[in-house]
T-cell receptor, first 114, second 113 residues
Framework: NAGVTQTPKFQVLKTGQSMTLQCAQD?????MSWYRQDPGMGLRLIHY???????DQGEVPNGYNVSRSTTEDFPLRLLSAAPSQTSVYFC?????????????FGPGTRLTVL | GENVEQHPSTLSVQEGDSAVIKCTYS??????FPWYKQELGKGPQLIID?????GEKKDQRIAVTLNKTAKHFSLHITETQPEDSAVYFC????????????FGAGTRLFVKA
């Protein structure tokens, strides 16, 4: 199993550009989520999904969209990039959408918005 | 809203000493408390977890304690080794429709050889 994969590893955008961060898992996990990691702020939940076709907002959803058309994929879209979205983004998944399941994290995408 | 506070933000210990990281959560409905270790350039990885019906859990050199009344939980690492150097995150899981995991801000642990 490849686990949770994310692409790209690094990305530089200009303000106003849009892009999609890709996330895929091959463990047949029900639950997937996106976090952003900023210095001194830990991991903050952006959006999550409890199954194909079902998504919901986390703590910091503004400026991001998600969709979950398949169990495996959970892309994160930046609609109009802003410097405040400069961060490291992590995708995670867990077997079931239950509060007591280990989350498996991808390697992260480092995004810089100029 | 829900909040998890983590202290200290940085911790430096000598190899062989113990390290303790403390967290406080705000939502009394939280019932699952995982700890993740993040090495440089990698995603976080679960190292130990505890559920609200348990007061203490141990796995070799690491242990976690939970005080539900005070809404505190702590990570204890004994006989620290240089490879324990990393960022450690506590988290509290809140069941609300789906579920949300709220993370602490992280503790950067340095173990000096």
């Amino acid at each position: 199993n490849a686990g949770v994969t994310q692409t790209p590893k690094f990305q530089v955008l200009k303000t106003g550009q849009s892009m999609t961060l890709q996330c895929a898992q091959d463990m047949n996990h029900e639950y997937m989520s996106w976090y952003r990691q900023d210095p001194g702020m830990g991991l903050r939940l952006i959006h999550y999904s409890v199954g194909a076709g079902i998504t919901d907002q986390g703590e910091v959803p503004n400026g991001y969209n998600v969709s979950r058309s398949t169990t495996e994929d959970f892309p994160l879209r930046l609609l109009s990039a802003a410097p405040s979205q400069t961060s490291v983004y992590f995708c995670a998944s867990s077997y079931v959408a239950s509060g007591d399941n280990e989350q498996f994290f991808g390697p992260g995408t480092r995004l810089t918005v100029l | 809203g829900e909040n998890v506070e983590q202290h200290p933000s940085t911790l430096s210990v000598q190899e062989g000493d113990s390290a303790v990281i403390k967290c406080t959560y705000s939502d009394s409905a939280s019932n699952y408390f995982p700890w993740y270790k993040q090495e440089l350039g990698k995603g976080p990885q679960l190292i130990i977890d505890i559920r609200s019906n348990v007061g203490e859990k141990k796995d070799q050199r690491i242990a976690v304690t939970l005080n539900k009344t005070a809404k505190h939980f702590s990570l204890h690492i004994t006989e620290t080794q240089p490879e324990d150097s990393a960022v450690y995150f506590c988290a509290a899981s809140i069941v609300a429709g789906g579920f949300k995991t709220i993370f602490g801000a992280g503790t950067r642990l340095f173990v000096k050889a």
